[in-house]
């Protein structure tokens, strides 16, 4: 079957002399794995610019739920968004992004939620003429939401928080918690306020941010561009 849908690339490997194959997170089929011929070619109406992480795309493209690599007939550019390439921390947060999002989502399962919420982050990281520096933290506490382990408010008056049970404690749990700085961090983002962290503090927690998805069976060790936004010390 055909259909028409917003879609949102997440990452591609290139396929034979100029094809590719590519994930995409699409409204109405969920995420997709999609071979786009001839992609790599300079005569191409569906350009690998356009499977660049995180733009936002109309695509119109096969659906069999018997095949692990589908179709696309036609792509368009849906919402316009300001690449600036010299901005490297933004397009690095984008790579970083399309890396757990590909890892976090199912193929073929629709959650228009988590696809509203990719798209909106989005335009919100693009939008900006410089790129928050949290932005990569405030979003994996975000989409946590829609993956079922958002941080309890209860108790946020508390100074630990425990990344098992994903709520805030009084004393110090045994593993895997949060020393006081950090959840005074995690709760400023839980109540979108304004949030100022020293670059060491941000890089070890976006660490245990990553911990947090471990103990909630989501693995993200293997994902290796947040280490880049490590290093450029923003």
Request: charged share 25%.
């Amino acid at each position: 079957m055909r259909y028409k849908s917003r879609a949102i690339p997440l990452t591609y490997i290139k396929q034979g002399e100029s094809s590719i194959i590519s994930k995409v997170l699409t409204e109405e089929k969920g995420l997709q794995s999609f071979i786009i011929k001839g992609a790599r070619s300079k005569k191409s109406k569906n350009k690998i610019s356009f499977f660049e992480p995180l733009r936002l795309l109309k695509i119109e493209a096969s659906y069999s739920p018997k095949k692990t690599l589908n179709y696309i007939q036609e792509v368009n550019i849906h919402y316009p968004l300001e690449n600036n390439k010299k901005i490297i921390t933004r397009n690095f947060i984008a790579v970083f992004i399309s890396e757990v999002n590909t890892r976090v989502l199912q193929e073929n399962e629709p959650v228009k939620e988590i696809f509203n919420f990719i798209w909106e982050a989005t335009i919100s990281l693009y939008a900006a003429k410089d790129p928050d520096i949290n932005f990569a933290l405030k979003y994996l506490v975000g989409l946590s939401r829609f993956l079922g382990f958002y941080p309890s408010r209860k108790d946020i008056d508390k100074p630990f928080f425990n990344l098992s049970s994903g709520e805030f404690c009084d004393k110090k749990p045994a593993t895997n918690y949060l020393h006081k700085k950090q959840s005074d961090y995690l709760k400023s983002i839980i109540m979108d306020e304004k949030l100022s962290i020293p670059h060491t503090d941000r890089s070890f927690f976006l660490n245990q941010l990553l911990l947090y998805y471990k103990q909630h069976h989501y693995n993200l060790e293997s994902i290796k561009s947040h280490l880049i936004i490590e290093q450029l010390r923003v």
